[in-house]
C-alpha cells in the first residue's frame, strides 16, 4: 500500500507500494508503472494539488499532460493491469481536469467538495437575479425589433459585466470555504444566478430569439 503525505495536506503517495520510490502522483509510480485506482481521491488530489481555488493553470496542464502520459494504456504492464483500467483512470483524469480548469465548474465543485449543496438540491436564486433577467430579455427584444444595434450591444456588455461581477463575488467565497452554512448557501445562490447569466449571454449571441 501506498503512505500519503498528511502535513502537506495533498493525497500524494510518498512511496510506491510496489518499488518503494516516489511517486509525483498518487495514481501512477513513473518508475515501476504500477497503476493506483483513483476511489477516495479527490479531483485536486490526483494532480498533487491543494483543494483551493485559486491555482496556477499553466500548471495544472503541465500535470495533466503528464499523468496523461504516465497513465497510457502503452506504458503499462498490460498483463498485469489490463488497458480497461488505464482506460478508466484516464476517463477520470479527463474529467477532473476540465472541471478544475474552468473557474466556474472549479468554485461549483469545491463548495460541493467542502458540503454544500448542489444546483439539484438547491435551486435558490437571488431575487435580483430573476428580476434582472426579465427586464434584459425585455430591453433586448424592443432593441431587436427597432434594429438598434448600438442598444443591443450595450445590453450584451451589460449582462456580460454582471457576470464578471458575479463571478468575483464567487470566486472570494470560494476562498472563504469551507466556512459556515450560511456561506456555502450564499455561494449556491450565486453560482445558481451566474447561470441565468450564461443562458442570457448564449441567447443573445445567437440573436436572442
Keep these: 500500500m501506498s503512505t500519503r503525505n498528511e502535513q502537506s495536506g495533498h493525497a500524494t503517495p510518498v512511496k510506491c507500494g510496489d518499488c518503494a520510490l516516489p511517486m509525483d502522483f498518487p495514481l501512477v509510480c513513473a518508475s515501476c508503472r504500477r497503476l493506483f485506482p483513483a476511489d477516495g481521491l479527490n479531483f485536486f488530489e490526483l494532480f498533487g494539488m491543494p ?24 506504458r503499462g504492464p498490460a498483463e498485469s493491469e489490463g488497458d480497461a483500467s488505464r482506460e478508466r483512470v484516464s476517463s477520470v483524469v479527463n474529467r477532473a481536469f476540465q472541471v478544475l480548469i474552468d473557474p466556474l465548474t472549479r468554485a461549483e465543485y469545491l463548495l ?9 438540491e438547491d435551486r435558490t436564486v437571488p ?9 434584459i430579455r425585455e430591453e433586448w427584444e424592443e432593441a431587436r425589433q427597432a434594429g438598434d444595434g448600438a442598444a443591443q450591444t450595450a445590453i450584451r456588455t451589460r449582462v456580460e459585466e454582471g457576470f464578471e461581477r458575479r463571478m468575483a463575488d464567487v470566486a472570494e467565497l470560494a476562498r472563504s470555504l469551507p466556512g459556515d452554512e450560511t456561506l456555502r448557501d450564499l455561494m449556491r445562490a450565486r453560482l445558481n444566478a451566474i447561470k441565468y447569466d450564461q443562458r442570457m449571454l448564449e441567447q443573445l449571441a445567437g440573436g436572442g430569439e
Design 51 to 74: 483543494a483551493r481555488y485559486d491555482l496556477d493553470v499553466a500548471d495544472l496542464r503541465k500535470r495533466y499532460f503528464r499523468l496523461s502520459r504516465e497513465i497510457h494504456p502503452d
Design 112 to 120: 460541493e467538495l467542502h458540503g454544500g449543496r448542489s444546483s439539484a
Design 127 to 135: 431575487p435580483d437575479a430573476l428580476e434582472g433577467s426579465l427586464q
